[in-house]
Nanobody, 124 residues
């Protein structure tokens, strides 16, 4: 069982930045594709970004391309989401997820493990 713990959420003004972290308990973290999803009130959970096992290819939702950057440090069992140029539409609970040997990164159903989420609130 992989445990994922997100951190770094908070309240930020529009145009600001935040860096989310997700720490995994699994020593074989490097074999997992890692994804970030978000869910706003009254909306379905949506894909934000993901990063594969080595060679660490990244993928982004169109809505965050150019503003968000996903990265990982396998030595620290941690994946990051750097968010810049935040706007009110980015307000949501952000979840990280892990998919063992994952190659299909966009669908939430492809992921095996989920964190508890961290709230990001962007004020206008």
């Amino acid at each position: 069982q992989v445990q994922l713990v997100e951190s770094g959420g908070g309240l930020v003004q529009a145009g600001g930045s935040l860096r989310l972290s997700c720490a995994a308990s699994e020593r074989t973290f490097s074999y997992y594709a890692m994804g970030w999803f978000r869910q706003a009130p009254g909306k379905e959970r949506e894909f934000v970004a993901a990063i594969t096992m080595r060679p660490h290819r990244s993928h982004y939702a169109d809505s965050v391309k150019g503003r968000f950057t996903v990265s990982r440090d396998d030595a620290k069992n941690t994946v990051y989401l750097e968010m810049k140029g935040l706007g009110p539409d980015d307000t949501a609970v952000y979840y990280c997820a892990a998919d063992l040997y994952g190659t299909k990164l966009v669908m939430a159903s492809d992921y095996d493990y989920w964190g508890q989420g961290t709230q990001v609130t962007v004020s206008s």
